[in-house]
């Protein structure tokens, strides 16, 4: 009798569970099929019309303007191109407004919203991004879209979406600069006595938390307004500017750093000597070659634009430096030459004037073997040997001079090739230190004024 019990015990709780299961699932399709029902009593065929605009606010009036409020959630920023001056983005954009004509019973708070996938079963505000280059939905493995009504009659939209958006760009202190890139959107076809777009209270801007940049930090983001008058009218338009910070360190290393070290190398001709012509020249060419191959390389990721760009004036001037290294060899090379001949001429001048001499005393070997000449008591003014007493009088006579640091240090190297070199060896590097302190200077303090 007690097993019996026992086994009828577990029979009668089964069925329970099995009554119970039963109910729920038969009240779940009871909610469906109400649900169901709301959606035919409110989309049905004869009782709403996609094509008609709602009403003002509260439907106080029909003609007044359909207020949209806008939100989005900025997923990812894939790309900031700068020769095509545009970048690109992945976002959740929202859109909010009251339909009046879409209130439905929410059986005691339980049905809380209806939700569509096909946008076009209710009124949709005709908003389009007016600095688009390109654009497509994601409908990976079902579209990214869907459509909630709430029991009062608000309908939210939301979708996920790509976009290549234009952003003109001023260059002028790149790489040293911020760009500002805007995302704009606006009404096509309503005017703002039909349709007005806001920006959703609080926080209508969201971006990820992890949002990474190769080049560029997003700094801000600042949202306004941009409503546009044409002939047909004046439109409601919305826009999100974005703050991008371009990242320098990338460029110091990739093109800073090298360009002083050509700069550097291109000294090392001035250390050599005179006459490693061979070693000096192809130095020079290499050194300017390779610099000019780097400026043609920055300016291909670039756009031709009219102005002087900041890492112009950098690529520029390091250039120059270059080809003035290779200047400076060839009048080093110009001035060795002059000085050899120089030197030629002295040496043929000395052995005229000793071949003189030579001849002189030979001559007077010859006449004091025949006759005795008398040297006169006075001398008269044109006597050479006055004329030296004479000036090494007015050499003793002058006050003494000065002594010239620079000159007395330049005459340790007795040739001008020479001295040359040593003066391009300080005047080169002192030069190009006070380049770099005017450049960094002015263009750090510009990108401040600019912020």
């Known amino acids: 009798m007690i097993m019996g019990s026992g086994h009828c015990f577990w029979a009668i709780f089964y069925f329970a569970c099995l009554c119970?299961?039963?109910?729920?699932?038969?009240?779940?399709?009871?909610?469906r099929e109400r649900e169901k029902k709301v959606l035919d009593q409110i989309l049905g065929i004869g009782k709403y019309d996609a094509r008609i605009r709602p009403s003002g606010i509260n439907g106080t009036a029909s003609d007044s303007a359909t207020v949209v409020r806008v939100n989005m959630f900025l997923r990812s920023i894939s790309k900031i191109d700068d020769y095509k001056m545009e970048y690109s983005v992945q976002l959740t954009f929202r859109e909010q407004w009251l339909d009046e004509r879409l209130k439905f019973n929410d059986v005691g708070g339980r049905l809380k919203y209806l939700t569509l996938t096909e946008a076009n079963r209710v009124w949709m505000p005709d908003l389009f991004f007016s600095n688009e280059k390109e654009g497509?939905?994601?409908n990976i493995i079902m579209p990214n879209v869907y459509i909630r009504i709430f029991p009062f009659g608000s309908v939210l939209y939301s979708i996920r979406i790509s976009l290549t958006l234009a952003c003109p760009m001023n260059l002028k202190l790149y790489p040293l600069d911020r760009q500002v890139c805007s995302l704009r959107m606006a009404s096509y076809g309503w005017t703002t006595d039909d349709l007005v777009f806001l920006?959703?209270?609080g926080d209508p801007v969201q971006v990820v938390k992890n949002l990474h940049l190769p080049r560029f930090t997003l700094e801000?983001?600042?949202?306004?307004y941009c409503n546009s008058k044409t002939n047909t009218g004046e439109y409601s338009c919305l826009k999100v500017d974005l703050l991008f910070k371009r990242e320098f360190s990338y460029y110091l290393i990739q093109i800073y750093i090298p360009c002083c070290m050509l700069v550097i190398v291109s000294w090392v001709s001035f250390w050599l000597d005179q006459?490693?012509?061979p070693a000096r020249v192809s130095l020079g060419v290499t050194t300017l070659l390779t610099?000019?191959?780097?400026?043609?390389?920055?300016n291909a990721s670039l756009p031709p634009v009219s102005y002087t760009k900041a890492i112009d004036v950098w690529t520029g001037v390091c250039l120059t430096f270059v080809f003035g290294a290779l200047l400076e060899f060839a009048l080093v090379n110009y001035a060795s030459r002059s000085d050899l001949h120089r030197e030629n001429m002295k040496k043929k001048r000395r052995e005229l004037e000793q071949a003189s001499l030579?001849?002189?005393?030979?001559l007077l070997d010859t006449d004091s073997n025949a006759t005795f000449a008398m040297k006169p008591l006075v001398r008269h003014p044109g006597d050479p040997l006055a004329l030296e007493k004479l000036r090494q009088c007015e050499v003793h006579m002058q006050p003494p001079k000065r002594p010239n640091c620079c000159r007395s240090w330049l005459s340790k190297f007795p040739t001008r090739s020479k001295r040359i070199d040593v003066i391009s060896r300080i005047t080169f590097p002192l030069v190009f230190a006070l380049f770099n302190l005017v450049y960094w200077s002015t263009y750090l303090f510009r990108e401040e004024e600019e912020n």
Request: net charge negative; aromatic share 10%; hydrophobic share 45%.
């Open 20 to 31: 119970s299961a039963s109910l729920a699932n038969n009240a779940n399709i009871n909610f």
């Open 136 to 138: 497509h939905f994601h």
């Open 199 to 201: 920006w959703k209270e």
């Open 220 to 224: 801000k983001f600042l949202t306004d």
């Open 275 to 277: 006459g490693a012509v």
């Open 291 to 298: 610099m000019a191959t780097q400026t043609s390389g920055i």
């Open 358 to 362: 030579d001849a002189a005393s030979d």
